[in-house]
């Protein structure tokens, strides 16, 4: 098939990809005596440093969350799966990264997926995806495209930008995915699948119905 005519194939990183917030847990837990409650759905109100019951203000968290991507992203690892999804995909597809962090940690985070033998390109983007996710459309002029994301609200954003891509809604961590409001139920995505061998085997039937 032509490269410029496969059909293009736009994923998120962190809890698709890659596990996030076990590891930023984790690492809360062990250096900063924060604890992180993963059961609940509310990120807001989750942290709280040891001995105190109030949570986190906002600006902290954010805070954090840049710590963790300055110093401590190798805690990360690859999904169940990924890794060996993204291989399967890329024989049919154009496949690339599009990844919630500032532009100038995009290189850490292209190191980050090499490392891991991922071998896709990555898209840095600040708030909501759907524009972003319309310019790469756009760069690449595929007749075809999927996104992959773990959160609702980016899905609700890509639907609004690009309402023909196809959209699938998964959360690649067990302990997170409960609490996840479903982007398929609120009518943004048209699947909700969460684990890769199932996704896969998703994808590649409608990459099957585009080729015919």
């Known amino acids: 098939m032509n490269t410029a005519r496969k059909p293009l ?12 917030v076990v590891p930023f847990r984790d690492w809360l837990a062990s250096d900063m005596d924060i604890d992180l409650d993963l059961g609940t759905n509310n990120f807001g109100r989750a942290l709280r440093r040891r001995g105190c019951d109030e949570p986190l203000e906002q600006s902290e968290i954010w805070q954090l969350l840049e710590g963790f991507f300055d110093s401590q992203m190798h805690r990360q690892s690859p999904i169940t799966g990924a890794c060996e999804s993204m291989q399967v995909l890329r024989e049919r597809a154009n496949v690339v990264v599009l990844t919630n962090l500032g532009d100038e940690r995009r290189e850490a985070r292209q ?16 708030g909501p995806k759907g524009p972003a996710l319309r310019a790469i459309l756009d760069e690449y002029g595929a007749q075809r495209a999927f996104f992959i994301d773990d959160l609702a609200h ?26 996840i409001p479903c982007a398929f139920q609120q009518g943004h995505a048209h699947a909700r699948i969460d684990d890769w061998s199932n996704a896969l085997a998703w994808l590649c039937e409608r990459l099957d119905e585009v080729e015919e």
């Open 111 to 126: 190191r980050q997926l090499d490392s891991f033998g991922f071998g896709l390109k990555v898209y840095t983007n600040q």
């Open 154 to 179: 980016h899905h609700a954003s890509a639907s609004e930008e690009t309402p023909h891509v196809t959209r699938l809604h998964l959360v690649g961590e067990p302990i997170l995915a409960p609490h």
């Open 9 to 20: 194939i736009v994923t998120d990183c962190d809890e698709v990809l890659l596990y996030m």
